[in-house]
């Protein structure tokens, strides 16, 4: 061993690094689960300075989404992807000084290491990966990295994958499906994206709201129904990662192929074929989700038993649950994603959408693809769209024309999506100006108390407690229904969890005032009218993370409470005392809120931005609101600051898709 080595070792300099490590833990500066992986980094044999440092970056920033470390950033700003004050790092740096300079040293500094597999070496089940070369070197923990790795060799292999398509005949069904469409939008990209879809194993449609992604998708359908072999035998699957979002993807897709049957008359049996395809599913139930287990069911061994499988909300889908999704599809099936590449990136780690989008803006199609677009469509790919792009690019279509936002709510998101603060704030005090929908289309509360929040909940929440008080006039299904539906057309969306603006100050402050005043009368955790958000799947109950229901009396049980859930236009139940893992939801956060629409959307802005406030996030929570849309800002800077703060989540995906 080196005498630089010996150095970095010094069990003096390794003691204070330790020290350091557990002073900003407790000052919750950081997580305790990141000390915790660099101890176990330690134990597993040598341990230079520059590993346990790039170990306990690596959990940090495996807990904000990140799949791995940059090692260019770690060389370049290591303070900067902690989070900590300048003070801070230097405190923490002088302990495991000197450190690699630039990436490549990075590189050959945890190549050495008994802990690290380099990719290509020989492997021994090291806990991390390191792969790429200089300045693109990346640190992952190895399940992370199978994840990159399964889903870029599947989205390579589907993209690169063409199906002998019939041009004259999808060129007919085409016309037919999109006969009413408005000539002044040229290309027409729903038109456009449904011929590309035909062609491959794979293709991603993006788009913002109002872009019609399931209107696409419908007619898209009715295509594959109209040209397949035999259309009664085609095994068509919905799906997406929440039980709302499933549910939304059904009754929108089921709307639309109602429509297209009238006009398709006798020429295709669409309502007998689209009968056939079932409910749309959870992606967890859709692959067999097991108990207490992060397996599936389905997997290569034993792939889903589909010709076509179409995932809404892909946004949301995080790293692992999407290489489970590939791993378990057959070579021959099609994957249509469809999603807004612009929304908040899951929960978890990954941003896979994202990563799958990078260069959807752009369009980067080849002269082949314009050629076959052309024949299959009659629609001509504008010069600015024509470049050399890669094979995924050929299977990615951004729908353009927004159909829905061209009001107030729409022109706020455009500006926010456009990273311009200055015309966001424009719109926002224009609003009087641009009140064009419903009256107070667009509100901004500036310096906002919160009591403001606590005033519209009041508003936002009084029709479903009243017809709650009211009690049930007819069927009780019925009613229950329209409980929820009341209920679901108001929502308070937080960016943080804790505090007087995140959901458990609000929730907390909401429900006293409402027992307050009489609209709901508490009696311990569980009450009529209390609205519940599940935080994990239960299996034996079949709820959800994220699903969302009502607590009411049970009509069969006098004095027992169930939790009512609305899918679609359906209503199902589970008893309140089988509901182990819940929380109140008059407010939650914007991350939760994905897959869903609300009538009035009230975005409540926290005091101070912080890491999770940014571009993404405030853009997500404006296009919730289909009609109103309140912003609460306590200090009206931080919506400025969230605007230009853009949200990146480290990654080795489209890389490894174009190697």
Not at 339 to 349: I, N, P, R, W, Y
Not at 527 to 537: E, K, S
Not at 579 to 587: F, K, M, N, P
Request: hydrophobic share 45%; with cysteine.
């Amino acid at each position: 061993m080196s005498k630089k080595d010996t150095d970095m070792l010094d069990p003096d300099r390794i003691d204070i690094f330790w020290f350091e490590v557990e002073r900003l833990t407790e000052a919750g500066e950081l997580r305790r689960l990141s000390g915790a992986f660099a101890r176990f980094m330690a134990s597993l044999g040598p341990a230079p300075a520059p590993l346990l440092l790039a170990s306990l970056v690596l959990s940090e920033l495996e807990g904000r989404g990140h799949s791995c470390l940059l090692l260019a950033d770690l060389a370049s700003d290591a303070a900067g992807l902690l989070g900590l004050p300048a003070e801070e790092w230097t405190e923490l740096a002088a302990a495991i000084k000197p450190l690699p300079k630039n990436a490549k040293a990075w590189m050959t500094q945890l190549s050495g290491c008994e802990q690290v597999w380099r990719v290509g070496d020989l492997d021994y089940g090291q806990p991390l990966v390191l792969d790429g070369e200089g300045d693109d070197g990346r640190l992952y923990l190895r399940r992370y990295w199978r994840d990159e790795t399964v889903i870029a060799s599947s989205v390579r292999e589907r993209a690169r994958a063409q199906q002998p398509v019939d041009v004259p005949v999808v060129r007919e069904w085409l016309d037919l499906l999109f006969a009413s469409q408005r000539a002044a939008e040229k290309p027409d990209w729903q038109k456009l994206a449904c011929a590309i879809a035909l062609r491959g194993r794979m293709a991603i449609i993006t788009g913002g709201p109002g872009t019609g992604k399931t209107y696409t998708v419908a007619r898209l359908l009715a295509l594959l129904f109209a040209t397949a072999p035999d259309a009664a035998r085609q095994r068509i699957a919905l799906a997406a990662p929440t039980g709302k979002a499933a549910a939304r993807l059904k009754q929108s897709i089921d709307k639309a192929l109602n429509e297209l049957a009238d006009k398709v008359g006798g020429q295709l049996p669409l309502r007998e074929l689209t009968a056939r395809m079932g409910a749309a599913r959870t992606l967890h139930s859709l692959l067999g989700a097991r108990p207490d287990s992060r397996a599936f069911a389905h997997h290569r061994g034993n792939p889903l038993d589909v010709d076509v499988l179409i995932v809404d909300e892909a946004s949301m889908v995080h790293l692992e649950m999407m290489a489970s999704l590939l791993d378990a599809l057959p070579p021959t099936a099609t994957l249509i994603l469809l999603g807004d590449k612009d929304q908040l990136a899951s929960v978890e780690a990954g941003a896979v959408l994202g990563d799958l989008c990078a260069d959807a803006q752009a369009g980067n199609y080849d002269a082949a693809t314009v050629d076959y677009v052309r024949e299959a469509s009659g629609e001509d790919i504008p010069p600015d769209y024509v470049h050399e792009g890669g094979a995924l690019a050929q299977q990615t279509v951004m729908l353009r024309h927004s159909r829905r936002f061209g009001g107030p709510i729409g022109q706020l998101a455009l500006a926010v999506n456009a990273g311009d603060a200055d015309a966001a704030a424009a719109v926002l005090r224009e609003r009087g100006a641009l009140e064009v929908e419903v009256a107070h289309a667009l509100r901004w509360i500036e310096h906002a108390q919160q009591q403001h929040a606590i005033a519209l909940a009041l508003e936002g929440y009084r029709p479903y407690l009243r017809l709650l008080g009211e009690g049930p006039q007819g069927a009780h299904e019925d009613w229950v229904r329209m409980v929820l539906q009341r209920f679901e057309a108001f929502r308070i969306l937080c960016a943080v969890r804790e505090g007087e603006w995140g959901v458990e100050g609000l929730n907390t402050a909401i429900e006293q005032r409402l027992d307050g005043v009489g609209l709901i009368r508490r009696s311990g955790d569980w009450y009529v009218g209390r609205p519940v958000m599940v935080t994990r799947n239960d299996y034996s109950t079949n709820v959800f993370n994220g699903d969302i229901g009502l607590t009411l009396a049970d009509p069969a049980r006098p004095g027992s409470l169930r939790v009512y859930f609305l899918e679609g236009d359906k209503v199902r139940s589970v008893l309140a005392t089988r509901l182990r893992h819940v929380e109140t939801a008059y407010a939650m956060t914007v991350h939760k809120s994905q897959g869903s629409e609300f009538a009035h959307t009230v975005l409540a802005l926290p005091k101070e931005g912080g890491a999770v406030l940014a571009r993404e996030l405030v853009y997500t929570g404006i296009t919730r609101a289909s009609r109103e849309f309140t912003l609460l800002t306590p200090v009206p800077s931080v919506l400025g600051e969230a605007i230009q703060k853009r949200t990146h989540r480290a990654s080795g995906l489209r890389g490894m898709i174009e190697r």
